[in-house]
C-alpha cells in the first residue's frame, strides 16, 4: 500500500507553469495529490521522496534531461518501475519522430499522451498508472516482510543454536568423563546405553550446524556479488572431502569451470554437500565414480554432479530438497537430511534451481542453474 501521501501524489514536471496549472485543475477532480516542477532535477528530487506517477511534458525531456533520467532510474531499487507519462505535442517535431518515441518507451514504463488531451484520457492514464505504482509499492512491501522473515529466521536459529550448544556442550563432555573414568563400574547395558547419549550428542550438533547453515543461506543478499571461478570453489570443496574420497577410492573428473557470480563459500558448499552425498550414496558393486561440470544454457550456468551411486527413486526426487528430509536411516548413513536443503536455498537465492535426475545407467545426476 501507499505509505504515505507523497506516494501517492503525481509530481507534474512542464517548462511552462501553466501547462502544470491545467493538469493540476484537471486531475483535481480525480482527487489525486500533485506537486508541480518546472525541470527535471527538482522533479526527481520530488520523486526521491516518493511518487505515484509522473506526468512530463515531452519538451522538458532534452537530451541532457534524458541522460539524467536514465541515471535516475538505473538507480531505482528492482521492483520499481515508476510509470511516466509524457505528454507529447502535437506539431512539435521531437517527439513525432518515431524513434524519440521508441528511446523513451524503451526507458522505462512510458505512456504517450498526445496533446491538445482530453480530460477522459488524462484521467484513465493516470488512474491506471496510480493502480500499477500500487501494485509496485505492494510488491516492495511483500519483498521487505520477506527479509525481514529471513532475518528473524536467522537471528532465531542463531540465537537457538548457541542456547541449545551450551547445555548439549555439557552432555557431551559428562558423558565422555563418564565413558573414561567409569565405564568400568557400568555393566554392558549401562555402556551401550552411554553410548547412545554419546552419538545423540554428536547427532545433535550436527543437526544444529546444519540448522544455522540453513538459516544463513536463507539470508544471502545476491547483489553486487564480484564474479569468482568456479573452480576455486570446486577446489575448496574437493579438499575438504579429500578424506572421503580417498577412503571410497572415488574417481572423480571435473569438467572446465566458469566464471561466477557467487560468493565463493556458497558455491563451494553446493558443491560439497552434493558431492559428498555423491560419495556417501554409492554402492558397493561399482568402483566409485563421480563427475562435476559445468556448460553454459542461455543466460544460466548449468552445473551437474553425476554419481554411479545407488539411484533415488523417482517418487522421492522432489521431496529430498525438504528439510530433515531423509530416504534411510541414520545407522545405514549417517547424515541430518538438511544438506539438500541447503543447497536448494542457496541457489534459489541466486534466482537458480536445482533438481535431480536419473542417469541412464546407475546413479543420480544432480543439477543446478546460478546466472552467467
Ligand atoms: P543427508 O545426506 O544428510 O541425509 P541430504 O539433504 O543431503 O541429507 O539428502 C537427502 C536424502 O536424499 C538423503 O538422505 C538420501 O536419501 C538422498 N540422496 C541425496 N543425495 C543422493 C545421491 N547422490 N544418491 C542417492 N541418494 C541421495
Excluded at 510509470?83 to 524519440?100: D, E, H, K, V, Y
Excluded at 577412503?247 to 569438467?255: L, R
Aim: aromatic residues 6%.
Amino acid at each position: 500500500m501507499f505509505r504515505n501521501a507523497f506516494e501517492s501524489r503525481v509530481v507534474i514536471l512542464t517548462p511552462t507553469g501553466r501547462d502544470a496549472h491545467l493538469l493540476g485543475q484537471a486531475l483535481s477532480s480525480l482527487d489525486v495529490r500533485t506537486a508541480a516542477a518546472t525541470n527535471l532535477p527538482v522533479t526527481l528530487s520530488l520523486l526521491a521522496e516518493g511518487g505515484g506517477a509522473a506526468l512530463i511534458a515531452d519538451e522538458a525531456l532534452t537530451p541532457s534531461a534524458l541522460v539524467m533520467l536514465r541515471h535516475w532510474l538505473s538507480e531505482q531499487p528492482p521492483w520499481s518501475d515508476l510509470p511516466f507519462i509524457i505528454l507529447t505535442g502535437a506539431g512539435r517535431a521531437t517527439l513525432q519522430s518515431g524513434q524519440r518515441a521508441q528511446e523513451l518507451l524503451e526507458l522505462g514504463n512510458f505512456s504517450l499522451i498526445e496533446r491538445p488531451m482530453r480530460l477522459e484520457t488524462i484521467h484513465s492514464a493516470v488512474r491506471s498508472a496510480l493502480r500499477a505504482r500500487l501494485r509496485q509499492y505492494e510488491v516492495r512491501d511483500r519483498q521487505e516482510a520477506l527479509q525481514r522473515a529471513n532475518a528473524d529466521l536467522e537471528q532465531f536459529a542463531n540465537s537457538a543454536s548457541h542456547d541449545l550448544r551450551e547445555p548439549l556442550r555439557n552432555i557431551a563432555i559428562y558423558s565422555d568423563l563418564l565413558a573414561l573414568e567409569h565405564s568400568a563400574g557400568l555393566d554392558p547395558q549401562g555402556r551401550e546405553f552411554l553410548e547412545s547419549i554419546r552419538s545423540s550428542a554428536t547427532r545433535m550438533n550436527a543437526l544444529l550446524t546444519d540448522l544455522l547453515s540453513y538459516a544463513h543461506a536463507s539470508s544471502i543478499s545476491e547483489s553486487d556479488v564480484p564474479p569468482i571461478p568456479a573452480a576455486k570453489a570446486l577446489g575448496t570443496a574437493l579438499g575438504n572431502l579429500d578424506f572421503a574420497i580417498s577412503e571410497a577410492c572415488a574417481a572423480v573428473t571435473v569438467g572446465d569451470m566458469p566464471i561466477v557470480r557467487m560468493h565463493e563459500s556458497h558455491l563451494a558448499q553446493l558443491l560439497q554437500n552434493l558431492i559428498g552425498n555423491a560419495l556417501k550414496y554409492r554402492s558397493d558393486q561399482r568402483v566409485v565414480q563421480i563427475i562435476v561440470k559445468a556448460i553454459a544454457a542461455g543466460d544460466q550456468w548449468l552445473f551437474t554432479v553425476e554419481d554411479n551411486g545407488i539411484g533415488i527413486p523417482e517418487a522421492y526426487r522432489e521431496t529430498i530438497f525438504g528439510i530433515f528430509k531423509r530416504l534411510h536411516t541414520t545407522g545405514r548413513y549417517a547424515g541430518t537430511g538438511m544438506g539438500l536443503a541447503i543447497c536448494q536455498r542457496i541457489v534459489e537465492r541466486y534466482h537458480g534451481r536445482i533438481w535431480v535426475e536419473p542417469r541412464t545407467t546407475y546413479g543420480s545426476r544432480f543439477c543446478f542453474t546460478v546466472p552467467r
